[in-house]
Every structure is written in C-alpha cells, then in structure tokens.
C-alpha cells in the first residue's frame, strides 16, 4: 500500500468519526455534520492544490464525503467511534474498488456507505454465532420490545 491509499484510509475513518461526533456531540444534526466535513475539506483542496499528489487532489474530497456519509448513522444504531471509523475505512475500500461502477450513478456514494455501515453492524453477529440465520429473529424480537414501550 502507498502513502495516498494509507491517506485515503485514515482521512475515510476521521470523516466518518468527525461527522458523527458534529452530530451526536454539537447537535449539528446529520445532514449539517456531513455538509461541515465536506465543505472544510473541499475548501483545504481548493486552497492547498499543491500540496497534495493530482490522486490526492482528486480523491480525498470524494473519499471524505462519502465517508460523512458513515457518520450520519444514527447513535442509536452505533455509537462506537471505534466501528464508526471502521465503516469509513470500510467504506474507502468500497469506493476505490467500486468507484467506476457508480459513475454517473447518483447516490453512489450513499450506497457504499450503506453497504460499509452494514458490513460493520453485521461482525459481532458473525462474531457471537458464525452465521447470520438468527438474525431476523432477533429483528423481530426487537421490534416487539419496542412496540410494547
């Protein structure tokens, strides 16, 4: 791995994690929270074209913003920074070895980033069971529990 995947990477989980600690922390609301990632990185591209590889340049406003997309998620379905980093990561994965499958497609970005957040709330169960069968049981469980609140 270079150094711009390895900065692809970790910008992926920081956007993800930032994103997430506007909204749950500052009460900036999702959709504020992602915009305010964006636009600082965009702003940093378009200030510092220089300083950053033409890929970099390219790459890192598209990776960051996707990966907001992450940390929108709602802190009642995650709210462990650690996973919620990990789903920008994941995500970055997705979008570097996807990104020609989704041009022209819109909402690519929310795609992968629904697909990376999914990938990560589905390990502890394949962690716990070492299968996913007993999922829509617990599903279903838990839509009662919450229907008799």
Request: proline content about 3%; some cysteine.
């Amino acid at each position: 791995m270079d150094i711009a995947h390895f900065i692809l990477f970790l910008a992926g989980g920081i956007s993800a994690v930032i994103t997430f600690i506007l909204q749950v922390n500052y009460k900036q609301g999702a959709v504020r929270a992602s915009a305010l990632v964006g636009v600082f990185v965009g702003i940093f591209v378009l200030l510092f074209p220089k300083l950053l590889s033409p890929y970099l340049t390219q790459n890192l406003p598209l990776v960051c913003f996707g990966a907001s997309f992450v940390g929108m998620v709602s802190s009642k379905v995650l709210s462990n920074y650690f996973l919620i980093g990990i789903s920008g990561i994941v995500f970055t994965i997705i979008f570097l070895n996807t990104s020609t499958y989704f041009y022209g497609f819109g909402g690519g970005l929310g795609s992968a980033a629904c697909i990376a957040l999914l990938v990560t709330l589905s390990i502890p169960i394949l962690r716990k069971k070492g299968t996913l069968s007993n999922g829509f049981l617990q599903l279903r469980n838990q839509m009662r529990s919450k229907k008799k609140k």
